[in-house]
């Protein structure tokens, strides 16, 4: 159903913008001072254009885009944001100071891009927070720069939000080994007490979310998406979901690369919401698992994998055409 559809429908408020309209919280605290050294900053809001007039009755809605030396894959990207069924987006591109190809591309898309900022940051975390300190819109979303959105995604994210009062809607992922689909994956916010069951480039944020809870930690480097979802998850915020694909990953992204890191943070992230749990146990259970799939699919011997994913594991993946 189309958004235009609900266009006489009342929007419910979620818990987080009721909190922010019944407490005295300020709204500058989950702010956060960028980095100013060697800035190179471009689009249309810091030429001072106005942004182009759309249908008010829609929310704004922002997407974050990070990225550093990543020309490679940038574009596809910057297109399927740009290409988006819904209208009434502002884009942000918060790069770390690349030195390859990917500002050239960048600047390419210049006026259609709402701000873009070049500079040395302190890792995946604190580009995220530029980009949320610096968003206009009621929703924000956050696409790295190896992955892309389906078409409907931000316009589903919307109807979710808007319509049924979450703060953070989210949808299923296809990820693809190198230019072939390899796993469509599910979703499910009820697991996050058990481990990293959302993914984050399918995952859309109301603003008085982070108003409320704050911003990413910057000492967490591979799963700052799971602690902060975890955090939202206790803190009582609003989850729902999206019944179909609406994000694309690509395999060799930062998290997959160092998979083990990743995978002791979110132990870490367990631990400081449900202290004496058995996280340690946890975390060399997902360390054996995970090198286990991985020699499995080295040697060709992927039977057992899928068979886990589609009909074991708690988080789902089924190969492309099923």
Not at 308 to 313: D, E, K, P, R, V
């Amino acid at each position: 159903m189309s958004c235009s559809a609900h266009s006489g429908m009342r929007k419910i408020e979620s818990p987080a913008a009721v909190f922010l309209s019944t407490h005295s919280v300020s709204r500058d605290r989950y702010k956060h001072t960028p980095t100013i050294t060697g800035r190179r900053e471009g689009g249309t809001r810091s030429r001072g254009v106005p942004p182009p007039v759309i249908d008010q009755a829609k929310p704004l809605v922002t997407i974050v885009t990070v990225v550093y030396n990543n020309a490679v894959h940038l574009e596809q990207t910057i297109e399927s944001v740009l290409g988006q069924s819904y209208r009434n987006i502002e884009y942000l591109i918060i790069d770390g100071g690349s030195t390859d190809g990917t500002i050239g591309i960048i600047e390419r898309y210049d006026d259609r891009i709402a701000y873009w900022v070049s500079e040395a940051d302190r890792g995946i975390s604190d580009a995220f927070n530029k980009g949320i300190a610096a968003a206009h819109g009621e929703i924000i979303g956050i696409l790295n720069s190896d992955d892309w959105y389906e078409e409907d995604a931000v316009a589903q994210a919307v109807e979710k939000i808007r319509y049924e009062g979450a703060d953070i809607a989210y949808g299923m992922v296809q990820w693809w080994d190198g230019d072939s689909p390899a796993e469509k994956v599910s979703a499910d916010h009820d697991l996050l007490d058990r481990e990293m069951s959302l993914n984050h480039p399918a995952v859309f944020v109301a603003r008085a979310a982070y108003e409320w809870i704050g911003l990413y930690r910057t000492d967490f480097l591979f799963a700052m998406d799971y602690e902060w979802l975890l955090r939202a998850k206790k803190a009582g915020l609003t989850f729902t979901s999206i019944p179909r694909c609406v994000a694309n990953m690509r395999l060799e992204g930062i998290s997959n690369n160092y998979w083990w890191r990743a995978l002791k943070e979110e132990a870490l992230a367990k631990s400081l919401f449900s202290p004496g749990v058995g996280h340690t146990m946890f975390y060399y259970c997902k360390i054996v698992k995970s090198f286990t799939r991985r020699l499995f699919e080295r040697t060709g011997i992927t039977a057992p994998v899928r068979l886990f994913h589609a009909h074991i594991s708690s988080v789902k993946k089924t190969r492309a055409g099923r």
